[in-house]
């Protein structure tokens, strides 16, 4: 039996479910293989390095991005945003 009242999701709701779905996983799976980083993005990336001939240890430092938890806390921001928007657009069912 089959409610009169019952509302369905619009072709909308399941794009913006699906956009959600993208934007939470493809940044964490991203983030997990260029490192993981917990700290705070970084423009540079310290490589200690031994002196060949003093053998004294010191810190040289390689021009890379490392992605930190802010962006990661953008994208699940941004997809728990978009898998709530998609609760908006619904359409009453005839």
């Known amino acids: 039996m089959s409610d009169p009242q ?3 999701s619009s072709p909308f709701s399941l794009i913006l479910r699906i956009l959600a779905l993208v934007l939470i996983l493809a940044p ?3 983030w997990i293989f260029t490192g993981g980083h917990v700290g705070f993005s970084k423009d540079r990336v310290e ?3 031994v002196d060949p001939i003093t053998q004294i240890e010191y810190v040289d430092y390689e021009e890379r ?3 930190g938890v802010e962006y ?3 994208a ?3 997809g728990v945003t ?3 928007l998609s609760f908006v657009f ?3 069912a005839k």
């Open 82 to 84: 978009s898998f709530g």
């Open 65 to 67: 991005f490392v992605l």
């Open 76 to 78: 699940y921001g941004l």
């Open 47 to 49: 490589i200690p390095q």
């Open 90 to 92: 619904r359409q009453k």
């Open 6 to 8: 019952r509302i369905r």
């Open 72 to 74: 990661l806390a953008l």
């Open 28 to 30: 964490t799976v991203f």
